[in-house]
């Protein structure tokens, strides 16, 4: 069953980088990625449902930085719809620095039933986007495509699980799921995984195009 926005609705995205796509720098705060293309393709389709549109993502977040400021952030906002990406930063590359730590799954979870269980209990519809990770090889300047095949290995082996986990939270919170690292998969058959993303991670405008018509495909 689709997600139904109804004429006045408000529906915020949140999370991290991907989502965030320098929102503080753009006119409308809703950045340049993939919530703007969702934005803009639901005014061209529906003139006559006018929505109100969020973007409270912040770049580097974690699972527990959401959690941090998610009272003020999300909750007080009272949308009736939310949108969440998060999960590659608490994956291997960040938790591989001599300074950080591991993320397990275990925690990953917890920490992400804990922010859907008061949204929940208010009746938000929810969309929860599964993280995602594109075979990319490149410099050391590119951030997570800098290693070899063997540190992507890793990093896959530690995504996996927290994909494991949004897909297993969907199902208990009744939420719209969208398959983001499957879809990429696919698209990459298409064209070459740089053609989605330049890193990896961070999509290109074909890949923030993808997001947002797979997003506009759970609503209705």
Request: charged share 25%; proline share 7%; with cysteine.
């Amino acid at each position: 069953m689709t997600i139904t926005l109804r004429p006045g609705s408000t529906v915020m995205f949140t999370g991290d980088s991907i989502t965030d796509c320098r929102r503080r720098e753009s006119e409308d705060a809703l950045g340049h990625g993939y919530p703007l293309r969702v934005a803009g393709e639901w005014g061209l389709r529906h003139p006559d449902r006018p929505v109100t549109w969020l973007n409270t993502a912040n770049a580097g977040d974690k699972v527990m930085d959401l959690e941090a400021r998610w009272q003020t952030d999300v909750l007080d906002a009272r949308p009736e719809v939310l949108s969440i990406l998060v999960g590659v930063n608490d994956v291997a590359w960040h938790t591989f620095d001599p300074e950080g730590y591991v993320i397990p799954a275990e925690r990953f979870e917890a920490g992400y039933d804990r922010l859907l269980a008061p949204l929940a209990e208010a009746g938000t519809q929810l969309i929860l986007i599964e993280p995602f990770l594109l075979p990319i090889r490149g410099t050391a300047e590119a951030g997570p495509s800098l290693v070899g095949e063997e540190e992507r290995r890793a990093w896959r082996t530690d995504l996996d699980p927290k994909i494991q986990v949004v897909r297993r939270l969907a199902r208990r919170y009744d939420a719209q799921l969208l398959t983001a690292d499957g879809m990429f998969a696919e698209l990459t058959a298409s064209a070459e995984p740089e053609h989605w993303s330049a890193d990896g991670v961070h999509p290109a405008p074909a890949g923030h195009a993808a997001l947002a018509a797979a997003w506009l495909r759970l609503v209705g």
